[in-house]
């Protein structure tokens, strides 16, 4: 492409969206205001997966013994997870900025939350035969 000045331009996307594995933690890493506190949390959020062992308190391990709170959480964090992998993949507005915020709010909540409602939650009887 040639301007008017006869100098040759090329055209860059405006935006590149990470692959969508990344996605996810592109959208936290873009809702943090300061750069270094976004990596930190981009890490934390991966880094977290590692203490989940000791920060289930239930008594069972499978979710179709769990109680009702350990399977609304897990679905609140499936829907905050899909939609920071959305978001990830789409350009940044105010509303969506908002909504990523929130979705990461819920992501970490999902983890920093957990040895409470697995503590306190009535599970089912778990069969002689496991």
Not at 20 to 25: I, K, L, S, V
Not at 32 to 42: A, C, K, Q, T, V
Request: proline share 6%.
């Amino acid at each position: 492409d040639t301007s008017v000045t006869g100098v040759q331009t090329c055209a860059l996307p405006i935006y590149i969206a990470p692959v969508w594995y990344y996605a996810p933690y592109y959208t936290m890493l873009r809702a943090i205001p300061d750069p270094l506190g976004g990596l930190i949390i981009m890490g934390a959020a991966v880094a977290i997966f590692f203490v989940v062992p000791w920060l289930d308190q239930s008594k069972v391990a499978s979710i179709r013994y769990k109680g009702i709170y350990s399977k609304i959480a897990i679905a609140l964090f499936g829907i905050s997870f899909l939609t920071l992998g959305y978001l990830g993949t789409v350009s940044v507005t105010e509303t969506r900025k908002l909504i990523s915020i929130i979705c990461t709010v819920m992501y970490f909540a999902f983890f920093l939350l957990m040895p409470i409602y697995t503590k306190f939650e009535k599970t089912l009887e778990v069969p002689e035969r496991l």
